[in-house]
């Protein structure tokens, strides 16, 4: 069963969603992120993706107390990712609560920190993401687009034991119209063994259900949710399956 991991994207502190990563097309969903995270448990819903755009843009993390209120106050298991670049910063997250930490810049930029903060808190601990844009990998809040191709920089990665792979099309983000299934099954064929989550352009439960029958093993989703694409009770009807 593909598993379904809704996000919560955080500017001053509210729910919003943006489109390609751009920042002037913020659209603020919910004042509380905390209440919309406790909505997700309700429909059994158990992880969540929490971006802190914040932190993203200013290369530190920015809304660690907005993490704390939504793991303080539901039982999700919350992987935090945005604006995380030194030991300070990750120690804050997890401070906060979150159980996983998707490192991305940094990943590009610093590889030998990358490295060593996945050895200390474990495979488990660690999420790589991977955005992607015209086969690159992205940086920096999707500002800048890196030397680094795809399929290269996972297998550094994979060989230094990281497990989780949260990959983006950067294309397909919060534009509602499909994700990248092609790209995700090159990246499965090449390393059966990720658990590759997916992320980007989902529209419908069709769109899950044709990830899951890709054999991707988890999806990121967000956009579709608050634009009432997707009703919570068919998610639940596939994670209680």
């Not at 604006?83 to 590889?111: C, H, L, Q, R």
Request: proline residues 3%.
């Amino acid at each position: 069963m593909i598993e379904l991991i809704p996000a919560i994207d955080i500017i001053d502190g509210k729910c919003v969603r943006l489109t390609k990563g751009d920042y002037d097309t913020k659209k603020v969903y919910n004042e509380d992120p905390a209440s919309v995270a406790k909505e997700f448990e309700q429909y059994g819903i158990k992880r969540l993706h929490v971006v802190d755009l914040d932190g993203a843009r200013s290369k530190h993390i920015v809304n660690d107390k907005v993490l704390r209120r939504i793991t303080e106050e539901t039982q999700l298991t919350v992987d935090f990712g945005g604006g995380i670049k030194t030991d300070d910063d990750i120690e804050k997250a997890f401070a906060a609560g979150a159980k996983m930490v998707t490192i991305g810049s940094i990943a590009v930029t610093d590889p030998e920190r990358s490295f060593e903060w996945l050895h200390k808190y474990g495979a488990d601990s660690i999420v790589l993401g991977a955005d992607v844009r015209n086969g690159k990998i992205s940086i920096n809040g999707w500002k800048e687009d890196s030397s680094e191709d795809l399929i290269p920089f996972l297998e550094k990665y994979l060989n230094e034991g990281i497990k989780n792979v949260l990959c983006t099309e950067i294309s397909k983000d919060g534009m509602l119209q499909g994700p990248a299934i092609e790209l995700y099954k090159e990246v499965m064929k090449a390393y059966p063994n990720c658990h590759l989550i997916a992320s980007g352009g989902v529209s419908s439960i069709e769109d899950i259900k044709n990830l899951e029958a890709a054999g991707i093993p988890a999806v990121v989703f967000g956009k579709a949710i608050y634009e009432g694409r997707i009703d919570m009770k068919e998610l639940q009807l596939i994670s209680n399956k």
